[in-house]
């Protein structure tokens, strides 16, 4: 007798059908709810890419706080506002947000959460094809996106996350079906937040070096910001110089300067060690990683593979980003977290178990620590700073995920840089189409 491998689950359409109608359920009882009481999902961040866009379509500065603490104290409904929440992602994004500056602030509000949501489940589909996750257990990966700790505060806190993740997930899955102009329109989303994904940034502009797929890309991605970057000079023509003069060097009594937060970032405990008074030195751990990640490419250019090598740089870029990765950004990690999923769903013993335990424990250590206060004190509030531990955390979990994914006989294992494959470096031959390396 033949050996016969695992056979493949079959699709089973009907477990489709009752997450997505599961989904709508709980999407209208949470419309419901903030219909009945609207303080149940309060506005937060989302007021400063309102605001702004309300004072951009006005055609004033988008980026100064006193022209924004107006139509900020309206959408809060307060008389009085002591910190004024800026937007300060660069002016490219206002061609994404400006548009709600057409609406009035509650139907905004909606409309934006509603783009967050489809972009995280829309993201969590992509990665769970790229990753080759069964069919039948699709709905494993839009729960742990729905559930995974920085997607709530996504939501909470109104902030534009959820694209940042399309972007990681659009690029990478048509990198993967071999349509490298879409994937590079995709990887326009990740600028809106360059910063926090530097290294996919960075190799995205080396692989364009070897790689024909990787010249398209690039060029597709930088037409988009710039017919983005263009957009806004459109609608605004002194915007960059608003932008340029905004309050970056020293806080105001209405706002606060990005120099002056406290953030969940091993950069900014290093700045404060070495020399709080000096910006700069947030920079020097990514300056460092840029040199590395550099190096790692080089080695690995000729076999470059997305979809292994994407989760480790997702990694690196948030551990060592310069500032910023709040809680919210967090939802980033959802492409190494589903790529670790999609090799466990189906994996023999405990050990799976053990890991989605830890990802709950996860989410718990996020979404707890504002609910008890909220239940003793009515205020949810939580320093953001204190989220510090998150990425470590997922991190490790990955790396054991991992490794329990190895044993997996019909998926290879992906590379979160903790092991070199047995024997080094393996040969990949490249099938037409297949988009799953780079050739020169």
Known sequence: MSAIGPEEPKTRPWVIVVGVLAILAGLGWCVSRVREQPSSLPMKDFVEYWSAAKVNLAGGNPYDAAQLKPHQQAALGVKQLDDVTMMWNPPWVLV????????????AHYVFLAVQLAAILLSATWLWKVYRGPTSYLWVAWVLA???GPSAFVFWYGQIGGLLLLGLAGFLYFRHI??????????ALTAIKPHLLFAFGLVVVLDALVSRAGRRTLLAGFVTVLLAAGGAWLMNPAVYAHYSGAGWQSSTDINVSPKDWAQPLVSYWLRMALAPGAFWVQFLPMMSVVGLVAR?????????????ELPGLVFVSVLATPYGAWIFDLVVLLVPVLAVAARLVEQPGRGRY???????????????????????????????????????????????????????SHLPPVNLGDTPPPGG???????????TANSP
């Open 146 to 148: 729905l559930t995974f």
């Open 96 to 107: 994404l947000v400006t548009p709600l500056g057409l609406l009035s602030a509650t139907s």
């Open 425 to 435: 470096r393996e040969k990949v031959v490249v099938r037409p189409g297949s988009g």
């Open 296 to 308: 790692y490419w080089w080695r690995k250019r000729q076999i470059w593979n997305w979809s292994d």
């Open 354 to 408: 053990l890991v989605a335990a830890g990802f709950a424990l996860v989410t718990v250590g996020v979404v707890a620590p504002g609910t008890i206060k909220a239940w003793l004190t009515g205020s949810a509030e939580i320093g953001l700073h204190t989220f510090i531990w998150v990425s470590p955390a997922v991190l490790a979990l990955c790396l054991w995920g991992n490794r329990l994914g190895r044993r997996s």
């Open 178 to 187: 071999d349509r490298p102009v879409i994937a590079g329109v995709f990887v």
